[in-house]
């Protein structure tokens, strides 16, 4: 009996947190599920008192031609931006700002990490008033004699592609600084009097090395890519049309545009799927650490 | 976790190898490497330089220009109380709320963890870890759904909750790592003098980890001072609304004439961010510390 009450009372202290999360988010998660299964709408008796309607919404789901296009859209923005973009970026910069001295050091990752830190919806501004018709970007191309486009109708995913990784570049280059920073010297050193190259040693000694962090920074920027909402609405408002509609535009749309909450909760239960499938195998990857 | 003993990675010397084998082609290197950062520093500062630029400019376009007239006129503008203060106050209330709650729960939620082997402490990690990962943007269709059956739409104590159960996993990872390197012979000695656990927790451990605290909750502040999609969906009074969502609606109905008052208007609600920032960096000693927490 004894036991019993100590176990609980060291369990007490997790009440609050489990109440929160269960309510907060695995409730909704739940909803996702359920909700996705009926006719929910926005306002009118279907809001409060939705109704069954089984599988309907992922019949019309796969019949919508908008929604393999938001699921390509979604592919190429995660993968250009993310995977590639600030992946690489970032690992370029580390490896850069090792190098540099100090005042380029310090003056460029300030200038990084700034993108970072503002809040996203001035993010968003900064980069619509770039890639606008009459912004920077197209001032400096006038300025060397070219008539740039404008970016946000003609090129609407190219434009916020950029963005994202003008925006998250120093997540990675964070990360992947720390990582550097752990790769032993001499393991290079060797390498390089063995005669090999800086490529070659970037591809056979330091990336080995820092495999780990190189996988757990892919996991994140693609959850985190996966769920960019402001950058794409401020920007370009997911079109012209739904040409740059990704899977979190086309979910906000379907439920608070066209008042489909059930659709738009379908949409959502797609997307939760594809983050927990990510999210299991970082989980795995980390596993150690919990245990 | 890896990330969470942050290495001030970039302070790193420059000299180390190089330096041994500097040669006249390591030295071009140097050079090509210092430009190449520059250059891609340029480009990185120029989307935020218009909105500086253009908040002080009494013409501004959508395009970064030095301003003919130099001006504040932009933020007397638009420093109304119904424009500017009372969205600001309403920001503050939700990251502030959601901070203070936040903390609290993780702090308690984690002492249990980090200092008891539970059998069932590894799976509540395990959801913990799994609740960073989830997309919230993914959730937030059937989280009106569910607001509307609750009645908490534009309810502010509901916005602040949901915001602070989104914050809750990566709070709770953050300080079990916090709290595990206080080192537990300081409450033992508090136990042996018949303290209890919640007394330890208080007397011994948290004045222990005071830096700690204070990063996680100006890591949530400034998620939820950022935050624009959670009260843009949850929110919808206008005078319930953040700054963030308040500043959307001033560029939906201003953004294309007001340019210079949309910079201003940005530049004054990022500001507080930047410099809590600042303190992060400060207060532990790294200026990746942010990222390092959320890697960990």
Same mark, same amino acid.
């Given at each position: 009996?004894?036991?019993?009450?100590?176990?609980?009372?060291?369990?007490?202290?997790?009440?609050?947190?489990?109440?929160?999360?269960?309510?907060?988010?695995?409730?909704?998660?739940?909803?996702?599920?359920?909700?996705?299964?009926?006719?929910?709408?926005?306002?009118?008796?279907?809001?409060?008192?939705?109704?069954?309607?089984?599988?309907?919404?992922?019949?019309?789901?796969?019949?919508?031609?908008?929604?393999?296009?938001?699921?390509?859209?979604?592919?190429?923005?995660?993968?250009?931006?993310?995977?590639?973009?600030?992946?690489?970026?970032?690992?370029?910069?580390?490896?850069?700002?090792?190098?540099?001295?100090?005042?380029?050091?310090?003056?460029?990752?300030?200038?990084?990490?700034?993108?970072?830190?503002?809040?996203?919806?001035?993010?968003?501004?900064?980069?619509?008033?770039?890639?606008?018709?009459?912004?920077?970007?197209?001032?400096?191309?006038?300025?060397?004699?070219?008539?740039?486009?404008?970016?946000?109708?003609?090129?609407?995913?190219?434009?916020?592609?950029?963005?994202?990784?003008?925006?998250? %570049?120093?997540?990675?280059?964070?990360?992947?600084?720390?990582?550097?920073?752990?790769?032993?010297?001499?393991? %290079?050193?060797?390498?390089?009097?063995?005669?090999?190259?800086?490529?070659?040693?970037?591809?056979?000694?330091?990336?080995?090395?820092?495999?780990?962090?190189?996988?757990?920074?892919?996991?994140?920027?693609?959850?985190?890519?996966?769920?960019?909402?402001?950058?794409?609405?401020?920007?370009?408002?997911?079109?012209?049309?739904?040409?740059?509609?990704?899977?979190?535009?086309?979910?906000?749309?379907?439920?608070?545009?066209?008042?489909?909450?059930?659709?738009?909760?379908?949409?959502?239960?797609?997307?939760?799927?594809?983050?927990?499938?990510?999210?299991?195998?970082?989980?795995?990857?980390?596993?150690?650490?919990?245990? | 976790?890896?990330?969470?003993?942050?290495?001030?990675?970039?302070?790193?010397?420059?000299?180390?190898?190089?330096?041994?084998?500097?040669?006249?082609?390591?030295?071009?290197?140097?050079?090509?490497?210092?430009?190449?950062?520059?250059?891609?520093?340029?480009?990185?500062?120029?989307?935020?330089?218009?909105?500086?630029?253009?908040?002080?400019?009494?013409?501004?376009?959508?395009?970064?220009?030095?301003?003919?007239?130099?001006?504040?006129?932009?933020?007397?503008?638009?420093?109304?109380?119904?424009?500017?203060?009372?969205?600001?106050?309403?920001?503050?209330?939700?990251?502030?709320?959601?901070?203070?709650?936040?903390?609290?729960?993780?702090?308690?939620?984690?002492?249990?963890?980090?200092?008891?082997?539970?059998?069932?402490?590894?799976?509540?990690?395990?959801?913990?870890?799994?609740?960073?990962?989830?997309?919230?943007?993914?959730?937030?269709?059937?989280?009106?759904?569910?607001?509307?059956?609750?009645?908490?739409?534009?309810?502010?104590?509901?916005?602040?909750?949901?915001?602070?159960?989104?914050?809750?996993?990566?709070?709770?990872?953050?300080?079990?790592?916090?709290?595990?390197?206080?080192?537990?012979?300081?409450?033992?000695?508090?136990?042996?003098?018949?303290?209890?656990?919640?007394?330890?927790?208080?007397?011994?451990?948290?004045?222990?980890?005071?830096?700690?605290?204070?990063?996680?909750?100006?890591?949530?502040?400034?998620?939820?001072?950022?935050?624009?999609?959670?009260?843009?969906?949850?929110?919808?009074?206008?005078?319930?609304?953040?700054?963030?969502?308040?500043?959307?609606?001033?560029?939906?109905?201003?953004?294309?004439?007001?340019?210079?008052?949309?910079?201003?208007?940005?530049?004054?609600?990022?500001?507080?961010?930047?410099?809590?920032?600042?303190?992060?960096?400060?207060?532990?000693?790294?200026?990746?510390?942010?990222?390092?927490?959320?890697?960990?």
């Amino acid at each position: 009996m004894a036991v019993t009450s100590r176990g609980v009372a060291r369990v007490v202290p997790l009440a609050p947190a489990v109440v929160l999360l269960a309510l907060f988010m695995l409730g909704p998660v739940v909803w996702s599920f359920y909700g996705s299964f009926t006719n929910a709408a926005l306002t009118g008796p279907a809001a409060l008192n939705p109704e069954w309607i089984g599988l309907d919404n992922y019949t019309a789901l796969l019949g919508d031609p908008e929604f393999p296009k938001s699921l390509w859209l979604t592919v190429v923005f995660v993968f250009l931006s993310a995977v590639v973009g600030q992946n690489v970026m970032g690992i370029l910069l580390a490896g850069l700002l090792r190098s540099a001295v100090k005042p380029v050091r310090s003056i460029a990752s300030t200038v990084v990490v700034a993108a970072w830190v503002l809040p996203e919806i001035v993010a968003a501004f900064a980069a619509y008033a770039f890639f606008h018709s009459e912004g920077t970007l197209n001032t400096m191309l006038a300025g060397i004699g070219v008539t740039g486009p404008d970016w946000l109708y003609s090129t609407p995913m190219l434009a916020v592609i950029v963005a994202n990784i003008w925006r998250g %570049t120093a997540f990675s280059m964070m990360v992947y600084s720390a990582a550097l920073a752990e790769v032993p010297p001499e393991l %290079t050193e060797a390498a390089q009097l063995d005669g090999a190259n800086g490529m070659q040693r970037l591809a056979w000694v330091t990336l080995p090395v820092i495999r780990r962090s190189i996988s757990t920074n892919l996991m994140l920027t693609t959850l985190q890519t996966l769920s960019v909402f402001t950058l794409i609405y401020v920007m370009t408002g997911g079109g012209p049309g739904t040409d740059s509609s990704t899977l979190p535009i086309l979910a906000y749309q379907e439920a608070f545009k066209f008042a489909q909450v059930g659709y738009g909760t379908a949409i959502a239960t797609v997307m939760i799927i594809v983050g927990a499938v990510f999210s299991v195998i970082y989980i795995r990857a980390l596993r150690p650490e919990v245990d | 976790m890896a990330g969470t003993t942050t290495t001030p990675a970039v302070r790193t010397t420059s000299g180390g190898t190089a330096g041994q084998l500097a040669g006249p082609r390591i030295k071009a290197t140097k050079v090509a490497a210092n430009l190449v950062l520059l250059a891609i520093a340029v480009l990185f500062v120029l989307p935020m330089a218009w909105v500086l630029v253009a908040s002080f400019d009494a013409g501004a376009t959508l395009s970064f220009g030095l301003p003919d007239a130099v001006t504040t006129a932009n933020f007397s503008a638009i420093m109304t109380p119904e424009l500017t203060w009372l969205p600001l106050w309403n920001a503050f209330v939700l990251s502030a709320g959601s901070g203070a709650i936040t903390v609290v729960v993780a702090v308690l939620a984690a002492y249990p963890l980090s200092r008891y082997r539970m059998r069932f402490g590894k799976y509540f990690l395990y959801s913990v870890l799994f609740g960073t990962c989830l997309p919230i943007t993914a959730i937030m269709v059937p989280v009106y759904a569910l607001f509307v059956q609750l009645n908490l739409l534009d309810s502010l104590p509901g916005t602040i909750f949901f915001m602070a159960a989104t914050s809750l996993p990566m709070a709770i990872w953050m300080t079990k790592n916090f709290m595990d390197s206080v080192p537990i012979s300081l409450e033992e000695a508090a136990w042996t003098e018949g303290a209890s656990a919640m007394q330890a927790l208080r007397r011994v451990v948290l004045p222990l980890m005071r830096p700690g605290i204070a990063v996680v909750f100006i890591f949530v502040f400034v998620q939820a001072w950022g935050n624009f999609f959670v009260p843009f969906v949850l929110l919808l009074s206008p005078e319930k609304q953040p700054a963030a969502v308040s500043i959307f609606a001033f560029f939906g109905q201003y953004g294309s004439v007001a340019y210079g008052q949309l910079a201003a208007y940005s530049l004054l609600y990022a500001a507080p961010v930047l410099g809590l920032y600042v303190l992060v960096t400060r207060i532990s000693g790294s200026a990746f510390a942010l990222a390092g927490a959320v890697k960990g």
